[in-house]
C-alpha cells in the first residue's frame, strides 16, 4: 500500500460571513493521480490555497502533514520549496516574455548577480522534451495555443523539481485532442514519481483520469473514493456532490415554440481588419419564438464572434447582409442598440466581460440597465435593492447579501448573476454563450431549469456551447459551424454527437 504524501488534518478556513471550510480532512497518496471534486463553492480552491500557501499559517485551523513532516507555509514560496506547486485556471505565464524565460522566472539559473542564458535556454528544452512539447524555447509565450501554455506551465513546475502537482480546472480551455495530450503528460509524469491533485467539474474526466477521488460539500469532506475498486462512476459523484440524485441532468420541458421568426439572419459575413481575414462567411439561421437553438462547433469555429456581432458588433468587424428582428430590418451599431431592439448577450467569459467582480451582487444585477432605477440620474437605492433582491430569490442566487461582492461568490452562483443582470433587460432574445462553462454539475442543472422557465414563458435562446451532451440536452434545433460556416442545420430528434461533430470538421 502506498504511503501518504500529503496529509490535511481539520482544516476550517473562515471569511467574513462564510466559512469555507468546515474540519475538511484530506489524504493523497504518493504516486497517485487524485481529483478533489464538488460545487461551486464546496471549498476545493479554497483548500488547495491553503495548502499551496495562498493562505499562509495562521490564517486557518488545522494541519499539514507533507512527507511526514508537519508544515506551516507563511507563503507560496514556501509550498515550492517544498516541492508543492499549483497551476491555476488562469495561467500565470508572462505572455511577452520567451518560453525559457518564463518556465526559469523566479529561480533563474546564474551566479546570483547574472544568469546563464545558455544554460537556461539548455535546460529549458529539457522541461520541454520532459512535457513533449516540441517548439523552441525561444518562442514567446503569446504565440501558442492555450493547449501548449498548459505544457509551459507544467514544465515551469517540473523545473523546480515539483513533488506534487495540483491542477485548478486545467481542461476548462482546451480541445478534446489537448484533453488527451495533458492525461497522457499526467500519467508520464506520475510514472517520474509526482504525485497530481486535479480539481474538476468534468465527471468524465475524472472516471477516466482518477486513481482516488475525494468529494467536497459545502466545505466538508464527504467521502474518498478508489476508482480501482469500481466504487466511481458519475451517478454515485453526482449523488456524494449534490446530496441528491439527479436523474436527468437536463431537465425536461414543454415544448411550446411559436410559427413566429423574432430573429433572421441571411449572408451575413464578418471581416476583422485588425487580424486581417474573414471570420464567418454568408451565414444563414433563424430563430423562433420560445425556442433554444444551439449552436455546435469546435473552438475558434467562429461561433463566439457570430453572437457578438449581432449583438451591437463590439469587435467593429465590417459586416454585410442582413439581420432581422421580428421582421424589422435592423443594422445594430453598438451593443445598446441590441438592448434596445431586445435582445441580450451573457459572455463566455464572466469574469473578464460579464461581471464586475469588486462590485457587490445588486449593481451587477442592474448595471445593464440603470436607466430604470434612476431618478433624475441618480440611482434609488431601495429601487436597486427591490430588484436584485427579486432576482436573487428568483434565480437562487446563494449569497451572504446582496452587498456581498461578485468576486466572493462561487462561480455557479457568478453565472446567474450575469444571466440576471442580461434578464433586467427584459430582453425576448438571450444568447447565452458557454452558460455553464467551469461550474458544477448541480449549479448546471439550476442553469439549465431556469432556461426551460424563460422559453415558457415566451423567450428565444441562442445557446453557444462546446459541450456536445449539453447541445443535445437542452436544444430544440442545432446549427453547426465550422470554419466561419454553417455546415448543417436538423432538428434535436435527428442530431447525434457523431454527426454534430463531423460536420464540425468539415472545411
Known amino acids: 500500500m502506498k504511503p501518504p504524501i500529503l496529509e490535511m488534518r481539520r482544516i476550517t478556513k473562515e471569511f467574513p460571513g462564510v466559512k469555507a471550510l468546515d474540519d475538511v480532512s484530506f489524504q493523497v497518496k504518493k504516486g497517485e493521480i487524485h481529483c478533489l471534486v464538488g460545487e461551486n463553492g464546496a471549498g476545493k480552491s479554497t483548500l488547495m490555497k491553503v495548502l499551496s500557501g495562498v493562505y499562509p499559517h495562521g490564517e486557518y485551523a488545522g494541519e499539514i502533514v507533507f512527507e511526514g513532516e508537519i508544515q506551516e507555509f507563511g507563503s507560496i514560496s514556501d509550498s515550492e520549496q517544498a516541492g508543492i506547486a499549483i497551476i491555476y485556471q488562469e495561467l500565470a505565464l508572462i505572455p511577452d516574455m520567451a518560453i525559457f524565460e518564463n518556465i526559469f522566472l523566479g529561480h533563474e539559473i546564474g551566479n546570483g548577480f547574472t544568469i546563464n542564458w545558455n544554460e537556461t535556454v539548455k535546460r529549458a528544452g529539457e522541461m520541454l522534451e520532459k512535457v513533449k512539447l516540441d517548439v523552441n524555447p525561444a518562442t514567446k509565450v503569446k504565440d501558442l495555443g492555450v493547449g501548449k501554455q498548459q505544457l509551459v506551465e507544467i514544465a515551469k513546475s517540473l523545473s523546480r523539481d515539483v513533488k506534487l502537482l495540483i491542477l485548478d480546472e486545467p481542461t476548462s480551455a482546451l480541445n478534446e485532442d489537448d484533453v488527451e495530450n495533458l492525461f497522457d503528460l499526467l500519467r508520464d509524469i506520475k510514472d517520474q514519481g509526482v504525485t497530481c491533485v486535479l480539481i474538476t467539474h468534468k465527471l468524465k474526466e475524472v472516471i477516466e483520469i482518477a486513481d482516488a477521488v475525494t468529494v467536497l460539500r459545502d466545505g466538508k469532506t464527504v467521502c474518498t473514493l478508489d ?45 476583422d481588419p485588425n487580424i486581417g481575414r474573414t471570420v464567418f462567411e454568408s451565414v444563414k439561421f433563424n430563430l423562433r419564438k420560445g425556442e433554444i437553438v444551439g449552436f455546435a462547433g469546435l473552438m475558434g469555429s467562429g ?37 434596445a431592439a431586445g435582445v441580450a448577450y451573457v459572455t463566455e467569459d464572466r469574469k473578464k466581460n460579464g461581471l464586475i467582480l469588486i462590485q457587490d451582487v445588486k449593481q451587477n444585477i442592474t448595471l445593464a440597465n440603470l436607466k430604470e432605477i ?134
Open 227 to 271: 476508482a480501482h475498486e469500481g466504487e466511481v462512476s458519475e451517478s454515485v459523484l453526482i449523488r456524494h456532490m449534490v446530496g441528491r440524485e439527479i436523474e436527468d441532468i437536463y431537465p425536461k420541458r414543454q415544448h411550446q415554440i411559436a410559427d413566429e421568426i423574432v430573429l433572421e439572419v441571411n449572408d451575413w459575413t464578418a471581416y
Open 303 to 339: 461561433r463566439t464572434e457570430l453572437a457578438r456581432s449581432i449583438f451591437g458588433n463590439p469587435d467593429k468587424y465590417k459586416t454585410s447582409g442582413n439581420v432581422y428582428i421580428k421582421g424589422s430590418k435592423k443594422n445594430f451599431r453598438h451593443p445598446q442598440e441590441s438592448i
Open 374 to 507: 434612476a431618478r433624475r440620474g441618480v440611482v434609488d437605492d431601495n429601487a436597486e435593492i427591490k430588484v436584485a433582491t427579486d432576482y436573487k430569490d428568483s434565480l437562487g442566487i446563494k449569497t451572504p447579501s446582496i452587498e456581498q461582492k461578485v468576486e466572493n461568490l462561487s462561480g455557479g452562483n457568478q453565472q446567474k448573476v450575469s444571466v440576471a443582470k442580461w434578464l433586467y433587460v427584459q430582453p425576448e432574445i438571450l444568447i447565452l454563450d458557454e452558460p455553464t462553462r467551469g461550474i458544477d454539475v448541480g449549479a448546471k442543472f439550476e442553469i439549465y431549469t431556469i432556461m426551460n422557465q424563460l422559453v415558457e414563458q415566451g423567450m428565444s435562446i441562442i445557446m453557444v456551447s462546446s459541450e456536445l451532451p449539453e447541445i443535445l440536452g437542452m436544444s430544440d434545433r442545432v446549427y453547426i459551424v465550422s470554419s466561419g460556416k454553417i455546415t448543417g442545420e436538423m432538428p434535436i430528434e435527428e442530431a447525434t454527437q457523431e454527426n454534430i461533430m463531423h460536420m464540425a470538421t468539415l472545411n
